[in-house]
């Protein structure tokens, strides 16, 4: 199986911890991830509040580059990017205001866009693609007795999603389980981190994390599997500030592909879990108790 | 000295046309058909701290209510969540008439003072316009700066945790084509309601 990949910033960046898990979590299911060629920034949200023609176009040009490079499916795991190029996907094809103004940037560069690319996103690719059979019989240190909240946050599954529900998604949850981890009843799951308000109105945008993260503690998580970069930084990385204001609600966030990896038998460094904020040792050691010698 | 403050809004206070040109934008054409239920309040997480709630947020831009609607903090709270949007029994994007309203407010200049979201989308915006990537770390240093020096000194301990975890990038990302992205962007330059005002 082979598919486009497009990154985005934020993996290169703050959740780098994201590819570094994902890539080897993939390769090792057989999934061939090939990076977009010159990808620019999606836009996220930022963009979109300067100008929309622009940030259309911005979008678009990766979107020409999965076409002319292919293959049409084009891997988008951060959520910000993942919503935005299927926005500009969409927009394009029902508006055509918007068609119009693509296709002169495209043409002006001799680029074009004929609307063959699929936006993905891994959770869609694993569990419909792979399957979550395949991904059972990979697991090698199966997750037993990890109790995992799973956070899906906003961007992945509204409002373009067609391959999970909006309010109560559960993709995540059926691959954590096959990995043989308990999964905790978690409602607040597409509740959204506040986004970047946690650094410009910490006020509101802290207290959202605060919330997140009280509720999973309460419910007996051990951890909280995410699936976006900025919900993995939010979630993790303000506890000092949190604690001040509220209490503490010490819980570490994870990547999902990181507790993919942990399972298949990888090191922990090698999925970048040295790179967070909250401690993730006790994750690696409870996944490291032998499970195999058939302990009940 | 005893002062008082209309809480009523006038018809002198509307800006005949603003409903009328918001709906115009890409993704706001359902608005007319708000019924003012409520649903978008209730499923914002963040209505809480608004000075309008979402509901009123339309009812204000479909009346005209352009000053009011521009300078509030409302659009500048919502994240982009789509909870409203997914949610309104009318099918109207409320996400993106945020945008909308969002575009309108940079470009005339009229966001609430201290108000450092409206920065970062420009400074967000800028270093996508000159790099085709952004580098988060040199991103934020940028708005702590612009903001103050104590903001920037207080978050000394996650500038320390983001080095610790090798996750503080100094070497700004970029794309090979700058010039072509440059020329695309171009061709939309003043084009859309939010004219690339940077």
Not at chain 1, 120 to 138: N, S
Request: proline share 5%; hydrophobic share 40%.
């Amino acid at each position: 199986m082979k598919y486009s990949y497009f990154p985005g910033c934020s993996l290169k960046g703050l959740g780098r911890a994201y590819e570094e898990s994902l890539l080897p979590v993939m390769a090792h299911l057989g999934v061939e991830l090939q990076e977009l060629e010159d990808w620019n920034c999606c836009g996220a949200t930022a963009y979109m509040s300067v100008d929309e023609h622009e940030a259309s176009v911005l979008a678009t040009r990766n979107l020409a580059i999965a076409e002319k490079q292919g293959p049409f499916d084009l891997v988008a795991p951060c959520s910000a990017c993942y919503l935005v190029l299927n926005k500009s996907k969409n927009n394009i094809r029902d508006f055509p205001e918007v068609r119009e103004s693509v296709h002169r940037a495209l043409d002006k560069v001799g680029m074009a866009y004929t609307g063959k690319v699929n936006v993905r996103h891994p959770l869609d690719i694993l569990f419909h693609d792979v399957g979550v059979e395949a991904i059972k019989q990979k697991v090698v240190r199966p997750l037993k007795g990890l109790k995992v909240a799973p956070y899906y946050g906003c961007q992945v599954v509204r409002p373009y999603a067609t391959f999970d529900e909006a309010w109560n998604p559960v993709t995540m949850d059926k691959i954590l389980e096959a990995l043989g981890a308990e999964i905790v009843h978690y409602p607040l799951k597409t509740k959204c981190c506040g986004g970047s308000l946690t650094g410009t109105v910490p006020e509101a945008g802290l207290r959202m994390c605060y919330i997140l993260l009280k509720e999973a503690v309460r419910r007996g998580a051990d951890v909280i599997a995410t699936i976006c970069p900025l919900c993995q930084f939010n979630l993790d990385g303000y506890h000092d500030q949190i604690e001040k204001k509220w209490g503490a609600a010490r819980i570490p966030t994870v990547y999902f592909t990181q507790l993919m990896g942990l399972a298949f038998g990888f090191e922990p460094k090698q999925l970048g879990l040295n790179r967070h904020f909250v401690s993730t040792r006790s994750i690696a050691s409870a996944v490291r108790e032998p499970a195999s010698v058939g302990k009940a | 000295m005893f002062t008082v403050k209309r809480t009523i809004k006038y018809d002198a206070d509307r800006v005949k046309g603003f409903g009328r040109e918001i709906m115009g934008v890409t993704g706001c054409e359902q608005l007319p058909s708000c019924i003012q239920c409520g649903t978008c309040s209730g499923a914002c997480p963040l209505t809480i701290y608004m000075d309008f709630s979402p509901r009123q947020i339309m009812a204000l831009v479909r009346a005209d209510f352009k000053n009011e609607v521009l300078k509030s903090k409302t659009v500048w709270l919502c994240a982009s969540c789509y909870a409203c949007t997914v949610e309104c029994p009318r099918q109207i994007r409320i996400t993106d008439i945020m945008y909308a309203l969002k575009q309108r407010a940079i470009k005339e200049k009229v966001y609430p003072r201290n108000m450092p979201i409206p920065i970062l989308a420009r400074d967000f915006a800028k270093m996508v316009l000159s790099k085709g990537r952004i580098t988060e770390t040199l991103l934020v240093m940028q708005l702590f700066m612009r903001a103050n020096w104590r903001a920037a000194f207080s978050s000394w301990r996650l500038g320390i945790g983001l080095i610790r975890t090798g996750r503080f990038v100094l070497k700004p990302e970029r794309i090979e084509r700058r010039q072509e992205l440059a020329d695309m962007l171009s061709t939309v330059r003043n084009s859309g309601n939010g004219k690339g005002h940077l």
